[in-house]
């Protein structure tokens, strides 16, 4: 069982930037991808961005050009890096990862925007 454990999030003005944070433990094989995915209020779950273990990368056009993922292998993380936040970006922010054919969740972080 893969565990994942979000941190980062929290209130930022417009136009501020916030780092997520994940930590994933327990995986006896390699994990594929890592990733993010957001919920606001009232939406349906919108996928963010993710990133292979070979650091291949791709983002939603909304977040493109303003969040940057990142990871590391070693330490089973991944990092998402926001900047020129909006109030549109505020979320429930989701960390996941896939190990073989198998996705996990963590509990989520929130993230507002707001002045």
């Known amino acids: 069982q893969v565990q994942l454990v979000e941190s980062g999030g929290g209130l930022v003005q417009p136009g501020g930037s916030l780092r997520l944070s994940c930590a994933a433990s327990?995986?006896?094989?390699?994990?594929?991808?890592m990733g993010w995915y957001r919920q606001a209020p009232g939406k349906e779950r919108e996928w963010v961005a993710a990133?292979?273990?070979?650091?291949?990368?791709a983002y939603a056009d909304s977040v493109k050009g303003r969040f940057t993922i990142s990871r590391d292998n070693a330490n089973n993380t991944v990092s998402l890096q926001m900047s020129s936040l909006k109030p549109d970006d505020t979320a429930v922010y989701y960390c996941?990862?896939?190990?073989?054919?198998?996705?996990?969740w963590g509990q989520g972080t929130q993230v507002t925007v707001s002045s």
């Open positions: 327990g995986s006896k094989f390699r994990i594929n991808f």
């Open positions: 990133i292979t273990s070979g650091s291949s990368t």
């Open positions: 996941y990862a896939t190990v073989s054919s198998y996705e996990y």
